[in-house]
Nanobody, 122 residues
């Protein structure tokens, strides 16, 4: 079965950088996509990025230009490099897997990992 594990969250100051990792198992990266979501306190979950071999990469406007998604298929791991962090980036970050980026970002199913907390202080 599909297993996902997000890690790398922590406390940083505004303007600093942080890299999150999503370790995956149980499927081939050649046939699936992995996306990153976040949920801030009191707000709805927000999809922010996705990567797949067929779709390339995708970013929402809220993080485009600051965050970079990448993958290391040999390690079965997807990364989210977060630069120029802002207090409004504070959230629990989750990774999700599905057949492609459209399904990952917009369908109400797929496989989820546990979240990792990112806190950005001003």
């Amino acid at each position: 079965d599909v297993q996902l594990q997000a890690s790398g969250g922590g406390l940083v100051q505004a303007g600093e950088s942080l890299t999150l990792s999503c370790a995956a198992s149980g499927f081939s990266f050649d046939d699936h996509a992995i996306g990153w979501f976040r949920q801030a306190p009191g707000k709805e979950r927000e999809g922010i990025s996705c990567i797949s071999t067929s779709d390339g990469t995708f970013y929402t406007d809220s993080v485009k230009g600051r965050f970079t998604i990448s993958s290391d298929n040999a390690k079965n791991t997807v990364y989210l490099q977060m630069n120029s962090l802002k207090p409004e980036d504070t959230a629990v970050y989750y990774c999700k897997a599905d057949v492609d980026c459209i399904a990952t970002m917009f369908a109400d199913f797929g496989s989820w990992g546990q979240g990792t907390l990112v806190t950005v202080s001003s």
